[in-house]
């Protein structure tokens, strides 16, 4: 399970709004870098072993540089402290190629996105390949207050800045994002994107649902997770790698698998990011992760091996 990588290095560093660093990445050779899709992500190697994804934020089609933004979170589990200590202007970096689990869909009628806090920055390259490629669409950005709120600037001098719409909790209620009036009858078409805050996109989430927007034109991106490993021990059987193992209670099958010798690649260890994403051959799933849309876990043939865990007494892995 390894990954092809690139050496990057970081072409401009700026402290952004509140404990937001914005990056610049170019190739270290010089080249262009590989093409990416809006809604895609990069794996950030850090030190220490330590491998985190974060959303492309430039515009789709600059092939000079990737933006990305890192929110600076005390309670996360060190990738975002480490990359606000590690990553200087001129640091040398290793990043995974970029990846696209929260593709736009181009062909939408009308496009709503919604951005909450640092979950804004998929949002950004969507609004950049939409408005490239003249497609009708709206932006709308909820930050806590307008001075601890990253890339306002480069909004307000986008090209796209008409159809952005800022919504801070701290100003006027007239400006705070109101969904009946953004969603309440909408076109037929019309796609919704939401990444933030969990809390934020439940809200967004249920809403659309409320006013009418079908479950398949609601897309999501989450970017933190609670996990919970708890529950009956199981079996898990690696096929191709002639292994068995228990599952203890509180194990995930990931640290239950290195015991035997059999390393699984994992960025977000909270079900959130597909890394570890592997094919089921036998028994039934307990799916604990967001990642995985519900028809896909209704399916039981693919499994988040950070979070989840079995139904079933054992589990046959394609792994």
């Given at each position: ?66 933006r990305l ?66 497609k009708d669409f ?182």
């Open positions: 399970m390894s990954e092809e990588t690139l050496t990057v290095v970081v072409q401009r560093r700026q402290e952004q709004g509140n404990g937001v660093l914005v990056l610049d990445l170019a190739s270290a050779d010089g080249r262009a870098l590989p093409p990416f899709e809006a809604g895609a992500h990069v794996d950030v190697h850090l030190a220490d072993g330590l491998v985190r994804q974060y959303s492309l934020a430039g515009s789709p089609a600059e092939r000079g540089t990737y933004g890192i929110l600076r979170d005390p309670a996360s589990r060190g990738g975002s402290e480490a990359a606000h200590a590690q990553l200087h202007e001129g640091t040398t970096l290793r990043i995974g190629l970029p990846r696209n689990h929260f593709p736009l869909a181009m062909d939408a009628r009308h496009t709503v996105l919604l951005g909450g806090g640092i979950g804004v920055t998929p949002m950004i390259a969507m609004a950049w390949a939409l408005f490239g490629a003249g709206e932006l709308h950005y909820c930050g806590r207050s307008r001075g601890a709120t990253a890339f306002i600037d480069e909004l307000a001098a986008s090209p796209f800045a008409d159809r952005v719409h800022l919504h801070f909790d701290d100003e006027a209620p007239e400006q705070r994002l109101d969904l009946a009036t953004v969603l309440g009858g909408p076109k037929a078409g019309t796609h919704v994107y939401t990444c933030g805050p969990s809390g934020f996109m439940e809200w967004v989430i249920g809403e659309a649902k409320r006013l009418g927007v079908p479950e398949a034109q609601i897309h999501k991106e989450y970017f933190q997770a609670t996990t919970d490993t708890a529950g009956a021990a199981f079996e898990v059987v690696a096929k191709k790698s002639g292994k068995t193992v228990q599952v203890a209670d509180g194990q995930s099958i990931v640290d239950a698998l290195a015991t035997v010798g059999i390393k699984v690649t994992v960025s977000c260890e909270q079900g959130v990011c597909g890394t570890c994403l592997c094919t089921v051959l036998e028994g039934e799933p307990d799916h604990r992760d967001v990642f995985l849309t519900d028809d896909e876990k209704a399916d039981n043939d693919q499994i988040l091996l950070c979070c989840s865990r079995a139904r079933s007494h054992k589990l046959v892995l394609d792994i």
